[in-house]
């Protein structure tokens, strides 16, 4: 029963169901794969090469399909249905969330969708049809229909009696919504409160009016910063007449901030988020060149700066030795703010009234760093290179590069939302060129000025 | 009532509180926070530079303090603090949950800490002192210790009963759960398959048995993980005896994930992911100079090796203006796998098993695209040079470097995860110093075997 005394950690699981299918025993697998949880069997296969993948999908029961395919990551499960025919994926969609029904028909190529659909028994087709006909990434692509609504007029005691009528609830149920006969949001109330009243209370005494509702079009990184800030498990979702729709979950909640985190932390490293870790060679290589070729292009751009100044560099060489120094620190510098701002309009903290302030701040930051390095930099290169003119040169460069970084690291993200550009995507890259071409314009301009005649 | 109907966006309230601030309309911002939820408090705060959090604080009801902090980030929590004498902390402190109080005492400065705790009532300092007493960033650490348990011989009737006693079920009660008369943990039942139960039965009859229950010295990054592939909502967490202790709710849990996420992000940028965004100009500076200086150091190295080259350099200043592509390019391409492995351990997908497997498609990924980006640069830069040995020098370099990219963005993390080192602030770092310095060290050294003699 308990995980601690028989269950093995995932890892170890991980690593023995792994063996057992290198070793080809199948059915020791099999058995194994039966006595995990849809969840555990999601993250078994996203974490096993593709070629694993396939044989774990023949191996495991057909009626547990539809709730791993609930679990699986995009790229991962989009891979797994191309395994399947339409008739067994129908079969396995029927039974899920109206909201990951609407996220996994939302992949499939149009052909493929459509046999599923005609597969699907009426309701279901109903169901699904709804479900897609909501924007993604929004509160209603990510919301469930199913829920239990109640009138105000009756008391504790009937609604008691109503749920018990029912075999189960739906999934995640923690509160019930109370709307009036044109089906309005008049108020909720959690199961936790149902279970503390008088049963003789009327619900309409009982609930509380406060809920906040999502409204249809809200973006779903919204909703998540809102369920994160009220520490809500569930919320209503309403459109403009204030209509009860469906209600959002907080298993969906964690998922897209997860989501939205892997998609900062790639984005900055010039990664597509949705890249699958175990995915084929080929498949890989073709989804990184893309970054490849616009940094290739913006490496030859800073190339072509310090071309300008080939002259300046025959003559001196320890100049061409130096001039990586200056675009690095601002790279990094720059960086570390670009970071910071990206996390604080993640999670909405930055908008008019504070902007101007934060880039007050970062520009500040980046001048006293600039005065710092300067000073640290010009005097070990002065020593190093015996030439008090080129630390100088040197430390002027760095301190103009650091206070560039800062104004542009701060400013880049705000001008690219306002553009709506994705600072996660473009920033980094786009900060790295002004800094490197900043850097090396100041470096070797200056050094041409001060040192060449 | 309803956000739609009169209730502005949080941006919007964010902006109007901030006008109403700076105008020093200090009544009519007194009233609007009366009007916020605790949560929106706390994000207001976060969102305002330190010395319009200190108006804001005077302003707020002291009776909102103790909800307030419990949702305010440690750096912005520990600030607010420092404006707090011991009483009102204290009090402050009485009705907080077990979790959030250790949180908030940790990271008290001892003499405060004991103030505190004498100005605390017996009962609370006890809670107090045993919720210390768990490692941090461990199960124990963030689970909560009032929640309802039942033994397994009476019946639902009677929980039904027993639970109307109550004024109100602890803060995010979902499910009560079921222990011997050792307190050892028997099974579960959610409140939401307790309302679909006939009254008369039993406990046992009713209860889940296959609960999975956290030990208490599990990491919260662990935790928060089997919360995510489970869609739990709360789960208890057990010692070695399988007693029970407490249960992890997944408020905290949703705290554990954009924390960790925010770490890697902010980490691979070389932040300090616990950075106020709107701290002080010093504060932010001095945060940020470490990973500077570590910059320094390494781009010193870079230069250095450069330096080996003078000579070559003096006599082709070409080189010089190109001599930055192929570091740039090893760069970017590494970043890319070491973002994609980090992501994959954070998830906890890459173990033993498949680590082999990962490290080879990333080689490969890297042979590829070097081969690739090599023929592309020799053209390029051959035509621009009107050199084929430079282009063919420049090629060759590019080759070696994405491949060793490719291999050193995998290995890195791997290898510094045996050494308990955290990838995600040292990975990049690392990374970049072998990038830069194999591509200075392969263009160079081929250009001095091949173009110069």
Redesign the interface.
Known sequence: ?????D?PS??EQ??SI??ALNSGMFVHVRRQLQQM?P??V??LL????TPSRKVFWQLIDPDEYGAILE?LSEEVRDGIIRLMDADKLASALEDMESDDLADVLRDLPEQLLNQVLTQMDEQDRLRAKQALSYPENTAGSMMNTEFISLRADISIEVV?RY??L????PE???TLYVVDKNNR?L?DIS????????PNTLVADAMD???????LLMTDTEAA???????W?SAPV?D?N?QLLGRIT??D???I??E???H???G????DDD?D??AP??T??KR??I??TV??G???L??SV??MF??T??QL?????????V???GG??G??T???????MA????????AR??LT??A??GL??GL??AL??AV?VAFWKGSWQIGIVLGLAMFINLSVAGIAGAAIPMIMRKLNIDPALAG?MALNTIT?IIGLLSFLGLATLILIN
Chains 1, 2 share one sequence.
């Open positions: 029963m308990s995980e601690l005394s269950k995932p890892s991980l690593e792994n063996q949880r969840g555990d999601a993250w996203e974490a096993s090469p679990e008691l749920l018990r029912h075999h189960e609830l995640g149920t923690d949001l108020g199961l936790a409160r149902l279970l503390v009243q008088d009016t406060q809920v906040e509702a999502i409204p910063n809102l369920f994160e800030r009220h520490d498990l309403v403009q204030y907080i298993d909640v964690v998922d901030i997860r939205d985190g892997e900062t932390m790639m900055m490293a010039n990664m890249e870790t175990f060679v080929t890989s290589a990184r060149s970054w490849l940094n290739l913006t490496a030859l800073a190339a310090s071309n080939e002259d560099l025959s060489a320890t100049l061409a030795v130096l001039m990586t120094i675009p690095s620190m990094i510098a960086n570390q670009l970071a910071l701002v990206i996390r604080g999670v909405g903290h930055i908008g008019d009234s504070n302030w934060l701040k970062e500040l930051v006293i760093n710092l390095w640290m930099v070990v980094s490197d």
